[in-house]
């Protein structure tokens, strides 16, 4: 199984996250990584939605602000908000920027 990072497997999840944020964005880095595991527990995770970090840099970014960035990725993948996704850890960034 493919994975974003070396020690986390790519999931369906992460795909259909991944999917949507590559449509959007064209990225030119972008990692999806689910971290459900670290919230067992946690009532999302008994209702099938997760916790992911999500770094991405793309050309769109620039000018925007933090802010901004963060709500143009949640309405890249509003649709996934009931069904897949509980959480995101988002660290985006404009081509250049650290």
Known sequence: MESDRADTPVTPRVDRIRDRL????????LEVVDDSH????????????????VVIVAAGFAGMSKLDRHRAVYDAVQDLMATDI???????????EP
Not at 22 to 29: H, L, S
Not at 38 to 53: A, L, M, N, Q
């Open 22 to 29: 590559q449509a959007a964005f064209q990225p030119t880095r």
């Open 38 to 53: 670290r919230h067992e527990g946690h009532p999302s995770v008994r209702d099938g939605r997760g916790h992911f970090t």
């Open 86 to 96: 509980h959480a995101m850890s988002i660290h985006a960034f404009a081509p250049g």
